[in-house]
């Protein structure tokens, strides 16, 4: 029955739980601004998506499984290098938190077509 869902919603969920599971790693970035020697961090969101796409393109029972404990959060390299060693722009960090939330929305619409689709072929629409 899951694998049916996983198919019909296709990488939909996986997602919108990484945007903000990513919303949350910014967020601390945002708020260790000033901290001196913190060390800013991210995740690479396209390259788990692809890792989610293949697992359920596979067909495999928990295709979110290698997404969700094979990839770890990696240091930001900053553009501009601070000399107490923080590495935390407060401008990098406010741009990548915007744009995360609009993907995050993005994600949310094709959620609700996706939703919205398969609530009409039930009803039989």
């Not at 601390?28 to 890792?51: E, H």
């Not at 240091?75 to 990548?96: C, H, V």
């Not at 744009?99 to 939703?115: G, Y």
């Amino acid at each position: 029955m899951r694998n049916m869902f996983d198919k019909a919603l296709g990488v939909h969920p996986f997602s919108l739980q990484l945007r903000l599971d990513r919303a949350e790693i910014i967020a601390g970035n945002l708020a260790n601004v000033d901290t001196p020697g913190f060390k800013a961090r991210d995740i690479d969101y396209k390259q788990v998506m692809q890792d989610v796409a293949y697992g359920i393109e596979q067909g495999k029972a928990r295709p979110y499984a290698a997404a969700e404990t094979g990839h770890q959060l990696m240091f930001r390299t900053p553009y501009q290098p601070s000399a107490d060693g923080n590495t935390a722009e407060l401008n990098i960090e406010q741009a990548n938190f915007a744009a995360n939330s609009m993907d995050f929305q993005t994600s949310l619409t094709f959620m609700n077509m996706k939703v919205s689709g398969l609530h009409k072929a039930i009803k039989g629409e």
